[in-house]
């Protein structure tokens, strides 16, 4: 079964570099955005299964896509992946919703890790 991913990230490379990241067997749709007004209208437009959402990011950030997902009670699993690794960046991300806090730049070691955990991945 196709999952159904969607990168968001203001920088092209780091999206490039999340991309590349993935396990290569995944079997995926990836959808790519530049901020979180992006983001919010793909996922509106026909779901998405998993989102790596950056938090720092011009015209609304991870903080307000994470809550903007909550209040319309949108339903997918949101992987934070930030270069603010601060303990309460991240404590503030999983209390309102995200699944796992993954620094920049991303270890696809760890990033299998995350979604086995969740069963996206053998």
Known sequence: MSLSVLVVDDSAMA?????????????ITIT????????????RQGGVDVIFLDLTMPEM???????????????CLVIVVSADIQ?????????????????????????????KEYGLVL
Not at 15 to 27: E, G, N
Not at 61 to 75: A, F, I, K, P, S
Not at 91 to 115: N, Q, S, T
């Open 32 to 43: 790519q955005a530049a901020n979180g007004v992006e983001a919010l209208s793909h996922y």
């Open 87 to 115: 303990a309460a960046a991240q404590a503030r991300v999983r209390a309102m919703g995200a699944i796992a806090f993954l620094k920049k730049p991303v270890d696809p070691v760890e990033v299998r890790a995350v979604l």
């Open 61 to 75: 950030d991870g903080y307000q896509v994470l809550e903007t997902l909550r209040h319309e009670d949108l339903n």
């Open 15 to 27: 999206r490039k570099m999340l991309i590349r990241a993935l396990p290569p067997a995944w079997d």
